[in-house]
């Protein structure tokens, strides 16, 4: 049997050189090495084997980009992302048709995940009902989640089973229509002013997609209500300065062509894509850490599934204090600012 997902992904090509590719459209640096047996790719581990079915499917019709392509990334980027999803909770959004297709989200972990993959109960409303969210470690367990269709991982913002404290603390910043790319890297620059103010160091990613986040990694001492607290009163701040390019209006309706401040997204079991997660947008764009001297130039659709490794190799990952700390303390800001602590909002159902 071929021993294959227990190795360092730099190793796999290179100790196994008979084994099949995988079928690919984008330039990658390894390629991923599988075998095939029938109408399946097959790599093994050990007892662990994962089955990746349909890998010449069409993810991105337009592009002609694949699942294979898709596999692929996850498997080149595992060393850089792991540390970002390292024992936090997934929300799987499931995509089996590719971008253009039908969608559906899974919280429980599906009835044929193998054992081997990891799982964190949770209890989710209070009231003794467990949820068994799935959560990865490795990149075979990577690969398993991207085969069933999971474009994006969206992990949740707290590590472990404690999810009442969140790891840090983030500023979403998402543009209504009407509101242009300009318009979010000035409200970013608006925060970051006010951060800075209180010696406060952040950390900024594009979505992939539209819209940015400014992550603060407080590394699990503060609550939801008391992030939230801090997050609305800067957003306050960051609003009444710019009233007009920013908005913190909860109603739709009410936010015109500007950019919402999401205090919001920072509540228990809420998500969003995880750094160098691939988006369902044109061109297989990636979600991109980025440092406070590149805003001017950044742009959500430079960075996709194969230029993201030019920029790697060259800057590293800018938001590992994120995953790893250094923490950083809000007590004396929160004071300072008098953030009282807030509920989130209740979201319609």
């Not at 050189?17 to 984008?26: F, I, R, W």
């Amino acid at each position: 049997m071929v021993h294959l997902l227990g190795l360092p992904a730099s190793q796999w090509g290179v100790w196994f050189p008979t084994l099949v590719t995988t079928p690919t459209t984008l330039a990658f640096p390894l390629e991923l090495p599988t075998e095939k047996r029938g109408e399946h790719w097959y790599a093994r581990a050990g007892e662990r084997e994962l089955r990746l079915s349909n890998l010449d499917k069409l993810y991105w019709p337009k592009e002609g980009y694949t699942k294979g392509d898709l596999l692929t990334y996850y498997f080149n980027i595992s060393t850089t992302m792991l540390p970002h999803l390292q024992e936090r909770p997934l929300t799987l959004k499931r995509m089996p048709n590719g971008v253009e297709g039908d969608f559906f989200y899974e919280k429980n972990a599906p009835k044929h995940t193998p054992k081997w993959v990891h799982r964190i109960p949770i209890n989710a409303d209070r009231g003794g009902k467990i949820i068994n969210f799935v959560s990865v470690c490795d990149v075979a367990e990577m690969l398993w989640v991207a085969s069933l269709g999971c474009i994006e991982f969206h992990p949740l913002h707290s590590r472990g089973r404690d999810q009442t404290h969140p790891s840090y603390a983030f500023f979403d910043l998402d543009p209504m229509d009407g509101a242009t790319w300009e318009d979010v890297q000035h409200a970013a620059s608006l925060v970051k002013v006010v951060l800075d103010r209180f010696g406060i160091e952040s950390y900024p990613k594009t979505s992939g997609a539209t819209g940015m986040q400014i992550m603060i990694p407080t590394g699990g001492k503060y609550d939801y209500d008391q992030i939230r607290g801090f997050v609305g009163t800067v957003s306050d701040i960051v609003h009444a300065a710019d009233p007009e390019t920013t908005t913190v209006e909860w109603e739709i309706k009410k936010r015109g062509p500007k950019v919402f401040l999401d205090v919001n997204m920072n509540r228990e079991g809420a998500n969003i894509a995880c750094a160098y997660s691939v988006r369902p947008e044109p061109g297989g764009t990636v979600s991109t850490p980025f440092n406070w001297d590149e805003l001017e130039d950044i742009h959500p659709s430079t960075w996709n599934m194969e230029s993201i490794f030019e920029r790697v190799a060259e800057v590293g990952d800018p938001f590992l204090p994120v995953a790893e700390g250094p923490w950083q303390d809000l007590d004396a800001a929160m004071k300072e600012l008098e953030a009282k602590p807030r509920k989130a909002q209740r979201i319609p159902r």
